[in-house]
């Protein structure tokens, strides 16, 4: 008898031995696919907030460029800045034939010329002068110099030609190369140019998408889940709106998108592509979320608290929104938070309103097109360049920097508006 | 409070009958509660008591399956009237429940949360004045004056019960309903609640549910026995303790059930 009491005791020791460690065994391979998963971001997205530039000797020289004596501000702005631009890139090698100069030409990006003439514009005096001029190098060039390139393929599978490197190699080795923190990829919209494009359309796009949501989803729901949860009879008429709020809770993401496409474009021909579709369109996927969570907290307040309020002879409306509203939005925020969390992160419903369309324009408002991050993640992943993959992480990281802040907000919230009062 | 020997009555229950969905809980329940003094209602639990407490506020309209027939007056005036306004009757009509329940606010939000929303001072001088006096009648006020901005679910539970009271008292209540109002404390704590009781019964009428009927002797001047949804007997609280009309009365009295 006691022994057996003895074995039982030792069984359910060993029991509760083996559930830690299947617990402590599920933590692990967590944390190992979250650090995999971050560490495989960060090393191919590190580079893309690098941005190389190629040191290029520039002539402005007046004739070239078609230029007066003492020419005036507009004269500048109209002057031909072509020539120069590809004569100092074809000066690199003196020795080039014509099509060796065209491969000069595409070692920097097609802005060169741009930049050659904002130069100028910032300093007049530099006609009939030499000066040295950072130019943007081509993305293949970028690759190469970050180590990213695959330089011993055969040369007719490379985009980069034999040519080409030696040139970039003797470059690099006179120290006319370098590498500076890529400001334009936080100040450019995309471009089909990978060491052109940035991000800030499809940011301004999230921020304008997720400002609408917001001011849609999160009156409509606070408002729905109060009435539903202090003022409505409990009867079969609101146990059926109830059981589809959770449903709707659970439809995929896309079915919303057909829903913005096919009333929000078709029926009231708002404009495509803008942050304010899609707004609306995934406040419409956030509403049941903040509803849902809004309900659960306005749950959790206690009841003694509304029946000290009715008993102090305060009327419904004023025991909800003077005690019950008030304890339960800490809740209620974090939901709301986690609900526009997740729709800053969902790709499908804006794909077919139309956000998914190559803009090169940053967005001012919600009524101008846009991208959004997670849709500018999709584009990019999708374009061929080598010079995109980079930026494919390095747009993740954005990403989830922008749901880290949010979620950490949330957290704030919710421990600023608890501690005060327990 | 007898006026020329003439008991005053202050709230008449004429054939209450109380139901939860299908189940009644209460049968013809029909009781005076004299003005100015303390009632207690005593049973064992589950036998009603509580819900025709809520019945005198009418804080069983917040429970959706829950309805009551019958009449009650207060002052004369049938409460169960469907011209009755129930945020005036529970402006007259204060309760203090069995947990305390203060708003996770400060102490003066607390106390003046009542006469804000009834309008009753004008100015904060005024409102300064009626927590001070509230907070004094529930003698609370030597404790808490220097800290009346710090939150009310920082206090002990017995200064919890006294803020509930205080928060009660501040609107000035006719009748004041105390659904077992130390069952959460401590015997010191309990102490000092009924000694407020005794002192609160000269401006208001009380009804106090108790299950301590230790409590209900020291504390009460009348007192209802409820069994089963039934009020088996009332009358002064001297009579039900040592000569009780009913066996059932008698046997919960000295503890033979309940």
Redesign the interface.
Same mark, same amino acid.
């Given at each position: 008898m006691n022994k057996n009491k003895e074995q039982l005791l030792n069984k359910r020791y060993k029991a509760e031995q083996r559930f830690r460690l299947y617990g402590l065994s599920a933590i692990f391979m967590a944390l190992l696919f979250l650090t995999i998963f971050i560490f495989k971001i960060f090393s191919t997205g590190y580079s893309a907030f690098q941005k190389t530039w190629l040191i290029v000797p520039v002539t402005f020289d007046a004739e070239l460029m078609m230029l007066d004596q003492n020419p005036s501000k507009e004269d500048l702005q109209d002057a031909d800045y072509y020539d120069i631009a590809l004569k100092s890139m074809a000066d690199l090698d003196p020795n080039a034939n014509e099509d060796q100069e065209n491969e000069l030409k595409r070692m920097v990006s097609y802005f060169f010329e741009k930049e050659i003439k904002n130069e100028l514009l910032n300093d007049p005096n530099l006609i009939g002068k030499t000066k040295e001029v950072y130019l943007t190098a081509s993305d293949d060039l970028d690759q190469v110099f970050k180590g990213n390139y695959p330089r011993d393929l055969p040369e007719d599978q490379r985009r980069v030609s034999d040519y080409q490197l030696k040139i970039f190699d003797q470059l690099v080795a006179n120290g006319k190369v370098e590498s500076k923190f890529n400001i334009s990829f936080f100040t450019n919209a995309d471009s089909r140019e990978a060491e052109l494009a940035g991000i800030a359309s499809s940011f301004m796009g999230s921020i304008f998408s997720i400002l609408v949501c917001l001011m849609i989803a999160f009156p409509v729901a606070v408002l729905a889940a109060i009435y539903l949860e202090e003022f409505a009879p409990k009867n079969r008429f609101t146990d059926f709106i109830e059981v589809n709020i959770n449903n709707l809770a659970a439809v995929p993401s896309i079915v919303f998108g057909l829903l913005g496409l096919g009333v929000l474009l078709a029926i009231f021909h708002l404009p495509r592509s803008t942050p304010l579709v899609g707004g609306i369109t995934l406040s419409l996927m956030t509403l049941p979320t903040i509803i849902i969570a809004a309900r659960a907290s306005l749950k959790a307040v206690p009841p003694s608290i509304r029946e000290a309020a009715l008993a102090m002879g305060a009327s419904r409306m004023q025991t909800t929104m003077h005690h019950t509203v008030p304890l339960s939005m800490p809740g209620t925020l974090s939901g709301t938070i986690i609900g526009l969390a997740q729709a800053l992160g969902e790709t499908a419903p804006l794909i077919l309103i139309g956000m998914v369309a190559f803009v090169n324009t940053i967005p001012g408002s919600p009524m101008d097109p846009a991208a959004s991050l997670p849709v500018q993640i999709y584009i990019w992943a999708e374009s061929a360049e080598r010079g995109f993959v980079e930026k494919v992480s390095a747009c993740i990281m954005v990403l989830l920097g922008f749901l880290i802040i949010m979620n950490l907000f949330a957290q704030i919230i919710r421990h600023k508006f608890e501690k005060k009062w327990s | 409070m007898r006026k020329n020997g003439v008991k005053m009555i202050k709230i008449k229950a004429k054939d209450v009958d109380v139901f939860y969905g299908k189940k009644q809980a209460l049968f013809n329940i029909s009781l005076d509660i004299e003005e100015n003094q303390v009632t207690a209602l005593i049973g064992p639990s589950g036998c009603g008591k509580s819900t025709f407490l809520r019945c005198i /506020?009418r %804080?069983n309209d917040?429970i959706?399956i829950c309805s009551v027939k019958g009449e009650i007056l207060i002052n004369d005036f049938n409460i169960n009237d469907k011209s009755c306004d129930v945020?005036?009757?529970?402006?007259k009509i204060? %309760?203090v429940?069995q947990?305390p /329940?203060?708003?996770?606010?400060t102490l003066y939000e607390n106390v003046s949360?009542?006469p804000t929303?009834?309008g009753m001072a004008q100015s904060k001088q005024e409102m300064d004045e009626i927590v001070e006096t509230s907070l004094k009648k529930a003698a609370l006020w030597e404790e808490v004056k220097d800290r009346l901005h710090e939150?009310g679910?920082g206090l002990s539970g017995g200064q919890q019960q006294r803020l509930?009271i205080a928060?009660?008292i501040s609107?000035k209540p006719e009748v004041i309903l105390m659904d077992e109002p130390c069952s959460a404390l401590d015997p010191i704590a309990t102490a000092q609640i009924e000694e407020l009781i005794d002192e609160l019964k000269k401006e208001h009428t009380i009804i106090i549910v108790t299950h301590s009927m230790a409590q209900a002797a020291r504390v009460s001047q009348n007192t209802g026995f409820f069994h089963l949804g039934q009020l088996i007997e009332h009358g002064s609280t001297d009579k039900i303790f040592k000569n009780p009309d009913n066996k059932k009365t008698q046997d919960y009295i000295t503890g033979r059930f309940g």
């Amino acid at each position: 008898m006691n022994k057996n009491k003895e074995q039982l005791l030792n069984k359910r020791y060993k029991a509760e031995q083996r559930f830690r460690l299947y617990g402590l065994s599920a933590i692990f391979m967590a944390l190992l696919f979250l650090t995999i998963f971050i560490f495989k971001i960060f090393s191919t997205g590190y580079s893309a907030f690098q941005k190389t530039w190629l040191i290029v000797p520039v002539t402005f020289d007046a004739e070239l460029m078609m230029l007066d004596q003492n020419p005036s501000k507009e004269d500048l702005q109209d002057a031909d800045y072509y020539d120069i631009a590809l004569k100092s890139m074809a000066d690199l090698d003196p020795n080039a034939n014509e099509d060796q100069e065209n491969e000069l030409k595409r070692m920097v990006s097609y802005f060169f010329e741009k930049e050659i003439k904002n130069e100028l514009l910032n300093d007049p005096n530099l006609i009939g002068k030499t000066k040295e001029v950072y130019l943007t190098a081509s993305d293949d060039l970028d690759q190469v110099f970050k180590g990213n390139y695959p330089r011993d393929l055969p040369e007719d599978q490379r985009r980069v030609s034999d040519y080409q490197l030696k040139i970039f190699d003797q470059l690099v080795a006179n120290g006319k190369v370098e590498s500076k923190f890529n400001i334009s990829f936080f100040t450019n919209a995309d471009s089909r140019e990978a060491e052109l494009a940035g991000i800030a359309s499809s940011f301004m796009g999230s921020i304008f998408s997720i400002l609408v949501c917001l001011m849609i989803a999160f009156p409509v729901a606070v408002l729905a889940a109060i009435y539903l949860e202090e003022f409505a009879p409990k009867n079969r008429f609101t146990d059926f709106i109830e059981v589809n709020i959770n449903n709707l809770a659970a439809v995929p993401s896309i079915v919303f998108g057909l829903l913005g496409l096919g009333v929000l474009l078709a029926i009231f021909h708002l404009p495509r592509s803008t942050p304010l579709v899609g707004g609306i369109t995934l406040s419409l996927m956030t509403l049941p979320t903040i509803i849902i969570a809004a309900r659960a907290s306005l749950k959790a307040v206690p009841p003694s608290i509304r029946e000290a309020a009715l008993a102090m002879g305060a009327s419904r409306m004023q025991t909800t929104m003077h005690h019950t509203v008030p304890l339960s939005m800490p809740g209620t925020l974090s939901g709301t938070i986690i609900g526009l969390a997740q729709a800053l992160g969902e790709t499908a419903p804006l794909i077919l309103i139309g956000m998914v369309a190559f803009v090169n324009t940053i967005p001012g408002s919600p009524m101008d097109p846009a991208a959004s991050l997670p849709v500018q993640i999709y584009i990019w992943a999708e374009s061929a360049e080598r010079g995109f993959v980079e930026k494919v992480s390095a747009c993740i990281m954005v990403l989830l920097g922008f749901l880290i802040i949010m979620n950490l907000f949330a957290q704030i919230i919710r421990h600023k508006f608890e501690k005060k009062w327990s | 409070m007898r006026k020329n020997g003439v008991k005053m009555i202050k709230i008449k229950a004429k054939d209450v009958d109380v139901f939860y969905g299908k189940k009644q809980a209460l049968f013809n329940i029909s009781l005076d509660i004299e003005e100015n003094q303390v009632t207690a209602l005593i049973g064992p639990s589950g036998c009603g008591k509580s819900t025709f407490l809520r019945c005198i /506020n009418r %804080m069983n309209d917040v429970i959706d399956i829950c309805s009551v027939k019958g009449e009650i007056l207060i002052n004369d005036f049938n409460i169960n009237d469907k011209s009755c306004d129930v945020v005036r009757l529970r402006e007259k009509i204060g %309760m203090v429940f069995q947990k305390p /329940n203060p708003f996770p606010k400060t102490l003066y939000e607390n106390v003046s949360y009542g006469p804000t929303i009834h309008g009753m001072a004008q100015s904060k001088q005024e409102m300064d004045e009626i927590v001070e006096t509230s907070l004094k009648k529930a003698a609370l006020w030597e404790e808490v004056k220097d800290r009346l901005h710090e939150p009310g679910t920082g206090l002990s539970g017995g200064q919890q019960q006294r803020l509930c009271i205080a928060r009660a008292i501040s609107v000035k209540p006719e009748v004041i309903l105390m659904d077992e109002p130390c069952s959460a404390l401590d015997p010191i704590a309990t102490a000092q609640i009924e000694e407020l009781i005794d002192e609160l019964k000269k401006e208001h009428t009380i009804i106090i549910v108790t299950h301590s009927m230790a409590q209900a002797a020291r504390v009460s001047q009348n007192t209802g026995f409820f069994h089963l949804g039934q009020l088996i007997e009332h009358g002064s609280t001297d009579k039900i303790f040592k000569n009780p009309d009913n066996k059932k009365t008698q046997d919960y009295i000295t503890g033979r059930f309940g």
